[in-house]
């Protein structure tokens, strides 16, 4: 056991280590601001704030200082899916379809077999198809319907697949077996019993008393990030505190007590908690090997067990990290995206310290990877304008991507898809492509192919908008 005066102790130097070290890393990665949250024992050991959450009104950064934790939110999702597991108001074993009856796949085998257990897991066989949602002009029932025209690109339980769009079906069966809107059975079953002041939106975000302003770096330029709304709230769009997302790593911690109150029972908290599918993973040799659970990440440190999950939106990084067997947890969120090297530095700094090891210089392996990383940026982006690319040919029509329009002004092409639009220029025969883009949302050099038919009338254009399957294919339409 560790006397009180002993912990003191431990805090203080900890404290002054991360007064040194985070400063250091925000500069590195240009980190505007960052706050920070360690639990130990079931009590909160620390909470700081560092830098600024509003840059240009220079507004500091402390523990209550609300950020989007991003896709932190789909443990709050596997939570709420568990209880009502639990009660019996649903059953995760069974196909989706039992509940929503309107769920389609583009495999109707698939359709009839996807259980809610394998949204859990990103388990349906499809990719990412993150332009479908991105956007932000979808509503959560809109997507459910455009998901039968997304094509798979492996069949369900073959492989763990990363689905915004799976948690998005998640929210809607919440709603379906909770019998209220997915918000307002996360609050009343979960944070206001943690006491926890959460958002859902850009519009709470904007409400709270101390909002963060999130920034986006591209080649060393820092620029305000623009705010897209993110509707697939389900899969990551609570807005939070450092302060208030300890409460939920201490509610985890103590197996779904809180305060002496029983919140999640023990066993649903181990079931969540426990690895379930295989994520391969291409990080350092301190890490074991990674899989997901119903919600959180699995994995090991420095041969400790790890249950976390992290999160990025443009301009938010989020990092939630639990140590299960030592009753440790620390939580990082950040203004700026990309963010890898800042909240992960922090998260092992504090971890080593509270588990009496010697630090790891993550700082410094970090700034390597960071160096190469540009250097092989910069390369690319010198070589692509000479490698020669075949021409790409249409597969199949999609109709979940919606209308796209491209008009001749000023004798230039011009692009326009789902309230963005870009000038583009010509790669080579009917290929032309976007440009890369610092500020607005944009599928940077996109690559868009005319096909013709034999008279030489363009018929239709195809774009790697989801490059894990074949190009995503518009037919023309007659302008009205």
Known sequence: ?????????????????????????????????????????????????????????????????????????????????????????????RPVRDYLPEFRLHDPIATERLTILDLLTHQSGLPPHDWVYLPGDRAPSELLGVMRYLEPNLDIRSAHQYSNLGYNVLGLLIERAGGQSYESFVRTRLTDRLGMTVGFTLDDLDASAETARPYRVHEDVRLPAMRVPFRIVAAGAISTSVANLANWMRLHLDKGEFNGERVLPASLVNTLHAPRVYCPDSTSAEFGEAHYGLGFRCHSYRGDRLI?????????????????????????????????????????????????????????????????????????????????????????????????????????????????????????????????????????????????????????????????????????????
């Open 308 to 480: 976390f999950h992290g999160g990025g939106l443009p301009g938010w990084g989020a990092l939630m990290t639990l140590v299960p067997d030592f009753g440790i947890g620390v939580a990082v969120l950040t203004n700026r995206s990309p963010n890898e090297g800042v909240a992960r530095p922090l998260t092992w700094h504090v971890i080593d310290r509270l588990r009496g090891r010697e630090p790891i210089d993550w700082r410094g392996r970090n700034r390597k990877h960071q160096e190469r990383a540009r250097v092989e940026a910069q390369a690319y982006k010198g070589a692509r304008d000479k490698v020669h690319h075949k021409n790409t040919r249409p597969a199949h029509e999609l109709a979940a991507y919606g209308l796209m329009s491209i008009d001749l002004n000023d004798d230039a092409l011009h692009w326009s898809w789902r309230g963005m639009f870009a000038a583009m220029s010509h790669r080579h025969y009917e290929t032309f492509e976007l440009p890369e883009s610092l500020h607005p949302l944009l599928p940077d050099w996109l690559a868009i192919t005319f096909m013709t038919d034999r008279e030489g009338n363009i018929i239709s254009l195809s774009a790697p908008l989801e490059p894990t399957v074949k190009d995503i294919v518009f037919v023309r339409i007659p302008n009205p």
């Open 1 to 93: 056991m560790v006397s009180p005066d002993q912990q003191q102790t431990e805090i203080a130097e900890l404290v002054s280590d991360l007064d040194r070290l985070a400063p250091e890393v925000m500069t590195d990665w240009k980190t505007p601001g960052a706050a920070i949250a360690v639990v130990r024992d079931g009590k909160v050991v620390l909470e700081k704030g560092y830098g600024q959450r509003d840059v240009e009104a220079d507004l500091p950064v402390t523990s209550a200082t609300q950020f989007m934790i991003c896709s932190i939110t789909k443990s709050f999702t596997a939570s709420a899916v568990a209880l009502l597991h639990h009660e019996g108001r649903l059953d995760w074993t």
